[in-house]
């Protein structure tokens, strides 16, 4: 299978990510199909919220086209027919397997056989959703992160029957789209991120439901901790940085101690039930008022600007030391 890059980019589902996205490519000049599948999409959301992501990208210095500029990259429809002129198709549709298999089927309906498909499922096994296409080896994981148009951040994932060398490919490419990329070789539930986050919220429920900490006791503390060295440079370097001794010393102790229950915690359990869905709704960990929830969705805005600027910053700064030294990385 070869890769065939015509710079077309197909993407299905304009919701909040799959708009996140559009706006990432257009942004790099990439021509983009947008396909809506439900008309709600095209007909009141996506496009200004697309071109309100450019415009903010502009005034941030990310750009210097106009939105109205970047938004002709960006032809929106609802017929599948136009992906056709692709290469590439990243479905971003909502997270249910039937849903996913159903655009998988219209999808390869259209395109011809070496046109890659890839899904943006935040959970679903590469392998599971690669079984139900009729050419299983064109499709990947490509797991975005929002706003995709300032986190550098991307998981490129192979299922089973993914060939490894397309994936070096789409990294490649990727790279070129401004990302700082990572690619799962094998696949595996839940990817780099998810699997590490989750372990991470499994401990933080812990602590709360237990009466160690408050809510907002652990938020604070992962600010201050975690939150001021990982966009720097990742869990293993740190431990080179602190002296990583002190590291196998505590986990001889600390493993033991960690929750691994695997049932879902009884706190996000009894919010989700009674419909809480955090900032949209105003009910979740905290309660918000319509205007506590708009200043923290700003703020979360301006922060992820800020974020993109001083990680860019720092990753240009160290990427020479770090690819020089590449070769040294523990290989098991
Ligand atoms: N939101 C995030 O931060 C995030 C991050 C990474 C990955 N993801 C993944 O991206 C995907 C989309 O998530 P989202 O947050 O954009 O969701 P969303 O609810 O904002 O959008 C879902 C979109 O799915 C489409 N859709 C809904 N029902 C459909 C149907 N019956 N048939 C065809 N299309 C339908 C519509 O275009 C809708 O706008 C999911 O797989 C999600 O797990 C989301």
Request: proline residues 4%.
């Amino acid at each position: 299978m070869k890769l065939k890059n015509n710079s077309t980019v197909g993407i299905v589902g304009l919701g909040l990510m799959g708009s996140s996205i559009a706006a990432a490519l257009a942004l790099k000049g990439q021509k983009v199909i947008a396909i809506a599948p439900m008309a709600s999409d095209v007909d009141e959301t996506a496009p200004d919220r697309i071109k309100s992501s450019l415009s903010k990208c502009r005034e941030e210095g990310l750009t210097a086209k106009t939105p109205d500029e970047l938004m002709s990259n960006i032809h929106f429809t609802s017929d599948y027919e136009n992906l056709k002129s692709c290469w590439l198709v990243i479905e971003c549709v909502f997270e249910d397997l039937v849903i996913k298999q159903e655009v998988f089927k219209k999808v390869e309906a259209v395109v011809a056989d070496d046109v890659i498909i890839t899904s943006n499922t935040s959970a679903i096994p590469i392998s599971m959703l690669q079984n139900h296409l009729k050419v299983p080896e064109r499709f990947f994981g490509m797991h975005w992160a929002e706003p995709a148009y300032t986190s550098p951040f991307l998981e490129i994932v192979c299922g089973e029957k993914s060939p490894v060398d397309i994936g070096e490919e789409l990294h490649a490419i990727a790279t070129n789209w401004g990302k700082r990329p990572t690619l799962v070789r094998k696949d595996i539930r839940g990817f780099i991120t998810n699997r590490i986050m989750y372990a991470m919220y499994r401990e933080a429920f812990h602590l709360v439901e237990n009466g160690y900490a408050t809510i907002s006791d652990v938020d604070r503390a992962c600010k201050n901790d975690g939150g001021q060295w990982m966009a720097f440079c990742g869990l293993f370097r740190y431990m080179d940085l602190t002296g990583l001794k002190a590291y196998h010393a505590v986990m001889k102790d600390l493993f033991p101690e960690l929750s691994n229950k695997i049932t879902v915690p009884k706190l996000i359990d009894d919010i989700a039930r009674a419909d809480g869905n955090g900032i949209s709704n105003g009910k979740g960990f905290y309660d918000y008022t319509p205007d506590e929830a708009k200043k923290w969705e700003e703020t979360f805005e301006r922060f992820a600007f800020d974020m993109h600027h001083l990680s860019t910053k720092y990753a240009n700064e160290m990427e020479e030391l770090s690819s020089i030294k590449k070769k040294n990385e523990k290989q098991l």
